[in-house]
Structures are given as structure tokens and as C-alpha cells.
């Protein structure tokens, strides 16, 4: 997904990075390069919103029961697959000129 609008920091990286952002993995520098873009950037704003309240539902339903690193790598896997899907069917799009 991209707004359009150049940012120093392009918005795809910004959304891969969202849930480690979220989880306070993140180094100094790449939160401040999040935070920047999320400041200018709308679309990526109420994607990153989305993706905070999904975070707090999943952790109110489950409580403060550990996650066990099998499912963790499972369900990171998948989405690292997913988003691989949606950038390889973004890339054929433009050159096939339907974007």
C-alpha cells in the first residue's frame, strides 16, 4: 500500500514494521522514522490505528497467558507471506499498467 506522496520513509517499509513498532522492538531510530511518517501520512495512520486496536482486542481476550513461540513464528510467517502476495500482485499490476 502506498498514498501516493513521497516520504522520506516509504510507506510500505512504515507497514511492515507496524507490529514491531507496536511491540517496542523497534531501535530509537527506526520508532522516530514510524512516528515521522505516521505524522504525515494519513492512510498509514488509520492502518497503523487498526492494527493497535487488533494488538489490545487479542491481549484483553487472552489475558497475560504467554504466546508460544511456535505459534508466534506461525502467525508471523503468514503474514510476511501475505504481504509478500499483496507486493508481488502490486508489482504485476503496475506492469501490466491496471495501477
Do not use: F
Request: proline residues 4%; glycine residues 12%.
Amino acid at each position: 500500500m502506498s498514498c501516493g506522496d513521497h516520504h522520506e520513509t516509504p510507506c510500505e517499509e512504515v507497514l511492515a514494521r507496524v507490529y514491531t513498532y507496536l511491540d517496542g522492538e523497534l531501535d530509537q531510530g527506526g520508532c522516530g522514522e514510524v512516528r515521522q511518517h505516521l505524522e504525515e501520512c494519513g492512510p498509514c495512520l488509520r492502518e497503523y490505528d487498526l492494527e493497535e486496536a487488533v494488538k489490545k482486542l487479542v491481549g484483553k481476550s487472552c489475558g497475560s497467558e504467554p504466546v508460544p513461540e511456535d505459534l508466534r513464528a506461525k502467525v508471523l510467517g503468514k503474514i510476511e507471506q501475505i504481504c509478500g502476495e499483496i507486493k508481488s500482485a502490486e508489482a504485476a499490476g503496475r506492469s501490466s499498467g491496471q495501477l
